[in-house]
């Protein structure tokens, strides 16, 4: 059984940037592939970004160049760093570690994007 805490979420200026981050707590990260989704209101909840277990990325079209996403096995840790950030991207983000059979959300985070 793993659990997911998220932190980073808040109140960013556009233009500003974030760093949110996904700990995980059980001892089989390393097989794990990770994603982060978000959903604004009113939207359903999308795929922004993954990092599979062996390291390799994608990314939705709408983030590319501006959001990266990383993780660090020791720590049992995914990242997601955000720059640039649009109001538009306000929502809740969500990172989701999966592997078949195993399926593990986050309780979210809240990240807003306002002047």
């Known amino acids: 059984q793993e659990q997911l805490v998220e932190s980073g979420g808040g109140l960013v200026q556009p233009g500003g940037s974030l760093r949110l981050s996904c700990a995980a707590s059980g001892s089989a990260f390393t097989i794990y592939h990770m994603d982060w989704y978000r959903q604004a209101p009113g939207k359903q909840r999308e795929l922004v970004a993954l990092i599979t277990s062996g390291g390799n990325t994608k990314y939705v079209d709408s983030v590319k160049g501006r959001f990266t996403i990383s993780r660090d096995n020791a720590k049992k840790t995914v990242y997601l760093q955000m720059n640039s950030l649009k109001p538009e991207e306000t929502a809740v983000y969500y990172c989701?570690?999966?592997?078949?059979?195993?399926?593990?959300w986050g309780q979210g985070t809240q990240v807003t994007v306002s002047s």
């Open positions: 989701y570690l999966w592997r078949i059979g195993h399926y593990y």
